[in-house]
């Protein structure tokens, strides 16, 4: 299994030889949805909140008498139906949402979707990123270079999620002038999920021996 390298200015460099393990995987839909969905979770982070009724201020003395006034029993105004009482099962941020993964169930996922990714032609491997400075025109050089590729046209004209570049050897420059692209997301390869290559149209990995290497050792 072999794929194509290419430079900056959209020419074809050399090959690489991609290994089974990580690109040749057949989908698992059940798998790859369980990883996501645990990795989303994870990073949920709850904002609502609401009191119950040990939390809401008032209503520590007994609203009227328990018997003779006709009127039905209370005992406190903060019950969940008085008006300003506390809330019954309302959302609450300290809820955990998340749960733990399996090492080895996140790599295969991973492999999964790379495989699947790779299969329908959305990744495209570059020998190394460059920009003679940190610069946005810079970095828009390089990806419309990169877009006149047959498959990649979108890199500059797709509005969201068109590329996840995956950095081989993180550099400041490069990362400073991709940062205005809206529908770019970049990123030490190290770090890439299974939900990074979902999201986003193009998987772009730069310094493709190293990273493929790192990324097919996620699994050891």
């Keep these: 299994m072999e794929a194509k390298i290419y430079n900056n200015e959209g020419k074809e460099t050399g090959t690489i030889v991609l290994p089974e393990s990580v690109f040749g995987l057949s989908w698992n839909a059940d798998l790859v949805h369980h990883v996501v969905g645990i990795m989303q979770d994870n990073a949920r982070t709850p904002v609502a909140h609401t009191k119950d009724r040990s939390e809401v201020a008032g209503g520590g003395k007994k ?11 209370h005992g ?92 081989g050897e993180v550099k400041e420059d490069v990362t400073r002038s991709l940062q205005n692209f809206p529908n770019i997301e970049v990123e030490d390869v190290k770090n890439l999920s299974v ?4 999201k986003y149209k193009t998987l772009i990995i730069t310094k493709p021996e190293e990273s493929i290497k790192f990324i097919e050792g996620k699994l050891a």
């Design 195 to 198: 939900v990074d290559v979902l």
């Design 76 to 167: 406190s105004t903060r019950s969940p139906i008085w008006v300003g009482g506390g809330v019954t099962h309302g959302p609450r941020n300290d809820k955990l949402f998340g749960g733990k993964i399996n090492k080895k169930m996140r790599a295969k996922a991973l492999f999964i979707a790379l495989s699947e990714k790779f299969k329908n032609g959305e990744i495209l491997f570059v020998d190394d990123f460059k920009v003679k400075e940190p610069k946005t025109k810079e970095a828009k050089v390089v990806l419309a270079k990169l877009s006149a590729l047959k498959g990649f046209e979108h890199l500059l004209t797709k509005q969201k999620n068109s590329a996840f570049i995956g950095l």
């Design 63 to 73: 609203p009227w008498k328990q018997k003779g006034t006709g009127r039905a029993r």
